[in-house]
């Protein structure tokens, strides 16, 4: 392969640039005996064969069939009335279709009818959010994120902390250097949703428009928006009480 030019279209699209010299890297990427690959409807047809049941992709992110579309709120007629009524199968065998991008198939899979039932996000009440603790994800955890959060705080700029984990995301997530400042104290240890209510409080006391006192109801809303939008990609974790 490094002898052929480097517009030659196998070479272009298919080889590696980056040279090594281990022969299983290239047996296991190149020339794996038997990888025919598998689709969508296959992966769901072994695991109905194996009594197993379909959890989650592992990059479920990266999956999302409504993400391919100019206007995810304005998808063609047909599509926006179907789609909510398909099974996941069908929509990652869509995905796929449109979008055959992904090299590997990564998926989460469990024994049928051993999921925990758990009350999602969305359907959660003001009380389940008052008493929620929130975790911070271990691999921000780090002296280095805490540093860097406080530069962005000094520095008044937004805090981009999808840099740190970019894998949920296909583009950058930014929080706003002051709002970030709420989520300081998890760095230390887990927190209840009130506490950092109290402290935005405390951070950004006055509306900046009319200068008058922020309520604890809109601190709490903005807290809890902040929340949603970080657990929505794992960079806080929400447990709520028993």
Same mark, same amino acid.
Request: aromatic share 10%.
């Given at each position: 392969m490094n002898a052929l030019k480097n517009e030659v279209l196998l070479k272009a699209r298919n080889w590696n640039s980056n040279p090594t010299d281990k022969d299983e890297w290239i047996f296991m990427n190149y020339l794996l005996q038997g990888d025919k690959g598998y689709t969508i409807p296959e992966v769901f047809a072994a695991l109905r064969a194996a009594d197993l049941e379909f959890v989650s992709m592992v990059g479920w992110r990266h999956?999302? *069939?409504?993400?391919?579309?100019?206007?995810? &709120?304005? $998808?063609?007629?047909?599509?926006?009335?179907?789609?909510?009524?398909?099974? *996941?199968?069908?929509?990652?065998?869509?995905? &796929?279709? $449109?979008h055959p991008v992904h090299r590997l198939i990564d998926f989460w899979c469990g024994h049928p009818n051993q999921a925990q039932s758990f009350v999602p996000l969305s359907e959660w009440t003001d009380s389940d959010w008052q008493a929620a603790q929130v975790y911070l994800h271990p691999q921000l955890k780090t002296p280095q994120v805490r540093e860097d959060l406080l530069n962005c705080i000094a520095s008044q700029k937004p805090f981009i902390v999808s840099s740190y984990i970019p894998l949920p995301t296909q583009v950058p997530i930014a929080i706003e250097s002051m709002l970030a400042a709420c989520l300081l104290p998890l760095w230390e240890e887990a927190q209840p949703v009130n506490s950092l209510v109290e402290l935005w409080l405390k951070l950004r006391p006055l509306h900046p428009d009319t200068l008058e006192l922020v309520s604890q109801e809109t601190a709490f809303e903005e807290v809890k928006e902040l929340l949603s939008m970080l657990e929505a990609f794992l960079y806080v974790l929400l447990e709520r009480a028993a």
């Amino acid at each position: 392969m490094n002898a052929l030019k480097n517009e030659v279209l196998l070479k272009a699209r298919n080889w590696n640039s980056n040279p090594t010299d281990k022969d299983e890297w290239i047996f296991m990427n190149y020339l794996l005996q038997g990888d025919k690959g598998y689709t969508i409807p296959e992966v769901f047809a072994a695991l109905r064969a194996a009594d197993l049941e379909f959890v989650s992709m592992v990059g479920w992110r990266h999956w999302d *069939v409504t993400d391919l579309f100019q206007d995810s &709120e304005n $998808l063609p007629a047909f599509l926006a009335m179907s789609l909510p009524e398909i099974s *996941v199968e069908n929509r990652l065998h869509m995905f &796929e279709l $449109l979008h055959p991008v992904h090299r590997l198939i990564d998926f989460w899979c469990g024994h049928p009818n051993q999921a925990q039932s758990f009350v999602p996000l969305s359907e959660w009440t003001d009380s389940d959010w008052q008493a929620a603790q929130v975790y911070l994800h271990p691999q921000l955890k780090t002296p280095q994120v805490r540093e860097d959060l406080l530069n962005c705080i000094a520095s008044q700029k937004p805090f981009i902390v999808s840099s740190y984990i970019p894998l949920p995301t296909q583009v950058p997530i930014a929080i706003e250097s002051m709002l970030a400042a709420c989520l300081l104290p998890l760095w230390e240890e887990a927190q209840p949703v009130n506490s950092l209510v109290e402290l935005w409080l405390k951070l950004r006391p006055l509306h900046p428009d009319t200068l008058e006192l922020v309520s604890q109801e809109t601190a709490f809303e903005e807290v809890k928006e902040l929340l949603s939008m970080l657990e929505a990609f794992l960079y806080v974790l929400l447990e709520r009480a028993a």
